[in-house]
């Protein structure tokens, strides 16, 4: 049997814009986030946070499942993920499709870490739980800080950064609201 090579995330996302004839900087413009941290995740070098799959799910109008990658390439992201920024990782708690809305995952954000980059920003509302250690939440201009068994809930809309500026792993339980 002759095993096709699965095709990543970033190569899912460059022939679905293509399909849909966007170029990288109307997509950009669609989702709100630029254009070169697109191009980084087309080009497998930056890790697709998953509020940034939701947005792009949405605009390129597929269920994240389309976009989703293998187990195993997911894996493999995963490893070169943890080699590349070693601060962030989500574990899906729920399935994702057409008809679901809500979508919950186990998030967590190594110590004394600060999310560099972009702030996410997705349509629908966000519930953020802190099962273990802090954590450091920006969503706009508001800035809260949660330490274990604390909760946030907000409008996922604005944009919204997490950092963990404890001593310890940060576990967060993340639920999404999609309209």
Do not use: W
């Not at 849909?20 to 497998?44: C, M, Q, R, W």
């Not at 195993?72 to 590349?84: D, G, N, T, V, Y």
């Not at 962030?88 to 998030?107: C, D, Q």
């Not at 274990?148 to 999404?176: M, Q, R, W, Y």
């Amino acid at each position: 049997m002759i095993r096709t090579p699965e095709e990543s995330f970033g190569t899912k996302l460059r022939k679905l814009r293509e399909a849909k004839s966007l170029s990288i900087e109307v997509l950009a413009h669609d989702t709100g986030y630029p254009a070169d941290f697109l191009n980084g995740i087309e080009e497998g070098k930056t890790p697709p946070p998953v509020a940034v799959v939701l947005q792009l799910s949405r605009v390129l109008k597929v269920g994240m499942d389309q976009l989703q990658e293998s187990k195993e390439a997911s894996r493999r992201r995963k490893i070169s993920h943890k080699k590349r920024v070693a601060s962030y990782a989500y574990a899906p708690l729920t399935l994702s499709g057409a008809e679901k809305h809500l979508r919950a995952y186990l998030v967590t954000i190594d110590p004394e870490t600060e999310h560099k980059g972009v702030e996410y920003h997705h349509e629908g509302e966000e519930f953020i739980y802190v099962l273990q250690g802090g954590l450091t939440i920006q969503v706009g201009r508001n800035t809260s800080t949660l330490k274990k068994g604390e909760c946030i809930n907000f409008d996922s809309s604005l944009s919204h950064k997490l950092s963990n500026p404890t001593h310890e792993k940060a576990e967060l339980l993340v639920v999404i609201y999609v309209p």
